[in-house]
């Protein structure tokens, strides 16, 4: 069974990382209408992909060979989990903003995107790059019990 939750583990992180590249790419000083539909899309799958990490991660943490108190005692552990919070909360401004421009799409409005809001939601997913891309970096100091007092 934990093989099985590692795997799918590492599947949804990999989905997250891939939804935020995705999000990066679209997300561009010259971004087109067409396009703010295709962000509110991938926005959901990265919602999807980060419930699944964290489901996933749940389930690591419970069924872990390494047992609960592995994780408890690590303070690694929490910095882990805080990236992942940060990442979260950082990813709800340009998700407001993807919905914005969807629903004003949708209502028929033409003109609704301006660059000082397309850098501010890129902004955002940059910094949420950056945290995320210190997730693993947590990770892997935790799996070799760097933090562990003893």
């Known amino acids: 069974m934990e093989p099985a939750l590692a795997y ?7 989905g997250v990382g891939a939804c935020l590249a995705a999000e990066f790419y679209l997300c561009t000083p010259d971004l087109q209408p067409p396009y703010v539909r295709t962000l509110a899309r991938v ?5 999807i992909a980060a419930i699944a990490v964290l489901a996933t991660g749940f ?7 390494k ?11 929490y910095i882990k989990l805080a990236l992942f919070v940060a990442v979260g909360l950082v990813s709800i401004a340009p998700t407001l903003q993807f919905l914005r421009w969807h629903r004003a799409l949708k209502s028929g409005k033409e003109r609704i995107l301006n660059g000082r809001d397309i850098a501010s939601a890129r902004r955002y997913i940059t910094l949420e790059l ?3 891309a210190l997730i693993p970096l947590a990770a892997v100091l935790m799996a ?7």
């Open 8 to 14: 799918l583990h590492y599947l949804s992180i990999i």
């Open 43 to 47: 926005d959901l799958m990265y919602l």
């Open 59 to 65: 389930g690591r943490f419970f069924a872990s060979p």
């Open 67 to 77: 047992g609960m108190p592995f994780y408890l005692h690590n303070p690694v552990f």
């Open 130 to 132: 950056a945290l995320f």
């Open 144 to 150: 070799r019990g760097i933090g562990i007092q003893g």
